[in-house]
């Protein structure tokens, strides 16, 4: 079970969910810090599979939050902030699917020509636009354009699994932008797909002193978001982010990126994944 957008603070917030904390942070009694904790945002999930889901559900709104949930999100962090919780009773834990935001697949055909497209993703597709149903099918133009409409595929996916690269960069939050001009250009993309990765990116990426970036690995890509497309293409090029905001650099190896030459039907993709969902376990 999991539960979503968790926003309603009561005035009495021993009557709330949150009564199972009171006892050990009276803190949250005070006013001021009820209203901190409004309009935050917490997802949660149950760890036993013994109850049906009403049941999770009836304990969770009288009962409050307990052992038996894992939690993380914006309320969780507020609530860490007032109870001032800095001991091995709360532990941070990875968390257990990774979504892939914004993975956008462009098409250049040397034809005009109808051009299939299998996701065969391990995890789940989140959405799509245009629609996906078991498959794409569109006629795309050599200019890229899909069906008289769309520039490009785009579609996002939560992941069972992650593997990023062992290399990677460490790069000043206002280095971003040249950043990625630099690094995608060596990588193959061409200028307008950068300035649409860099229209999405820095505006999405949380603001921090330096960002920890790295790529997941092709044999990771080709195994758990392989492209199917028909026909072929001649170069394909896939490049998927791993960004994490760290607050001091690190040292890490620099990748050598060995720029592909663009011939024939080109296909491009890009995506990322923000490393930034902290979750918590109750004990």
């Not at 539960?3 to 009557?15: L, R, S």
């Not at 020509?113 to 629609?131: H, M, Q, R, S, W």
């Not at 044999?219 to 001649?234: E, G, H, R, V, W």
Request: proline letters at 5%; a positive charge; charged letters at 25%.
């Amino acid at each position: 079970m999991t539960i979503v957008d968790i926003k309603a603070i009561k005035k009495h917030p021993e009557n709330s969910i949150f009564k199972s904390l009171i006892l050990k942070c009276p803190l949250l009694k005070e006013q001021n810090n009820i209203k901190r904790l409004s309009g935050k945002v917490a997802q949660c999930n149950f760890q036993s599979k013994l109850k049906n889901e009403l049941d999770l559900e009836k304990q969770f709104v009288q009962d409050g939050l307990s052992t038996d949930f894992r939690c993380g999100g914006t309320l969780i962090e507020e609530l860490i902030q007032i109870c001032k919780i800095d001991n091995p009773n709360w532990t941070i834990e990875p968390p257990v699917k990774r979504v892939v935001k914004k993975p956008v697949i462009y098409l250049y055909p040397k034809k005009n020509e109808i051009v299939n497209v299998k996701l065969k993703i391990d995890g789940t597709i989140i959405k799509a636009i245009p629609e996906y149903k078991n498959g794409w099918s569109f006629y795309v133009n050599t200019k890229g354009l899909i069906n008289k409409k769309y520039n490009y595929l785009f579609y996002e996916a939560s992941l069972n699994n992650l593997e990023i690269s062992k290399e990677g960069w460490i790069v000043k939050y206002s280095n971003l932008s040249s950043f990625f001009d630099s690094t995608m250009r060596k990588i193959g993309f061409n200028k307008n797909e950068i300035i649409q990765f860099k229209t999405y990116w820095l505006k999405n990426l949380p603001k921090a002193s330096y960002y920890e970036i790295r790529l997941l690995t092709n044999k990771f890509i080709s195994q758990n978001m392989a492209l199917d497309i028909t026909p072929k293409p001649n170069t394909l090029i896939r490049a998927i982010f791993y960004f994490k905001p760290i607050n001091q650099t690190i040292v890490i190896k620099e990748p050598n990126i060995i720029t592909p030459k663009r011939k024939g039907f080109v296909v491009v993709e890009w995506g990322g994944l923000i490393e930034n969902n902290k979750i918590y376990s109750l004990r």
